[in-house]
């Protein structure tokens, strides 16, 4: 994609009105090793937001019912997909078949010391791992970063340096969250990936986006 600051119809869109957080948003002159992300949710919240595709307001997606505290900053990666490429390379490294994308933007978890206190906001982000997760027979990709320049987690580069108490959190919440008692959840995280990979899942997403959106950018010149 173009990068939207170099265009003069995009910089006065954006002068004028907000930018959509998944479409308007670049994801960063250094992707993917330094990207820009959306932050939908922090550790505090005990509502479950979500962007709304259409109009990209935060939404309230539905209150968190049971005791599930979110262990870092949650959010997505602006600019990308969950779709074909991306349920390609699951099948590939999982061995299996039939495993299709969520049809999502590339979901990000960014680890910070910081107390930040509410979402809807841009954060620099370092990826440094991340979650293979299947729910169903779709892709899920948990992508672990860290938050650009942070006092503690910034010096991190490789999800296996992270202290194993960390990993086994954001495990237990993203297995759990969605539970509800005397139901069953087909979820599982087939594996953990280091920097390279995580890397290679936000690549094949871009590549997504830019199939299922190719034509976005015309769309909106147009307007």
């Not at 002068?15 to 820009?36: E, M």
């Not at 997909?81 to 390379?89: D, S, T």
């Not at 108490?165 to 008692?181: A, E, G, N």
Request: aromatic share 8%; charged share 25%.
């Amino acid at each position: 994609m173009a990068n939207r600051l170099m265009d003069p119809i995009g910089r006065l869109m954006g002068l004028r009105y907000k930018s959509h957080p998944w479409h308007g948003v670049d994801i960063g002159k250094d992707a993917p090793d330094i990207i820009t992300c959306f932050v939908e949710m922090v550790t505090t919240d005990t509502v479950k937001y979500e962007v709304d595709k259409v109009s990209g307001y935060l939404r309230i997606d539905r209150p968190q019912k049971y005791s599930n505290v979110l262990p870092a900053l949650y959010g997505f990666i602006p600019q990308t997909l969950c779709a074909e490429k991306v349920a390609q390379f699951a099948n590939e490294k999982t061995g299996r078949t039939g495993i299709i994308g969520d049809g999502d933007p590339l979901d990000i978890c960014i680890l910070s010391e910081k107390n930040i206190s509410h979402g809807d906001l841009l954060v620099q982000a370092i990826p440094i791992g991340g979650f293979r997760m299947i729910d169903g027979n779709e892709a899920d990709d948990k992508i672990i970063a860290v938050l650009k320049n942070d006092a503690v987690y910034g010096n991190y580069k490789d999800f296996t340096e992270l202290p194993p108490l960390i990993v086994d959190r954001l495990k237990h919440y993203f297995l759990t969250y969605k539970d509800l008692p005397g139901e069953l959840r087909d979820c599982e995280i087939t594996h953990t990936y280091g920097p390279e990979e995580a890397k290679e899942v936000i690549a094949a997403s871009i590549e997504d986006y830019r199939q299922k959106f190719e034509n976005l950018d015309n769309l909106l010149s147009e307007v």
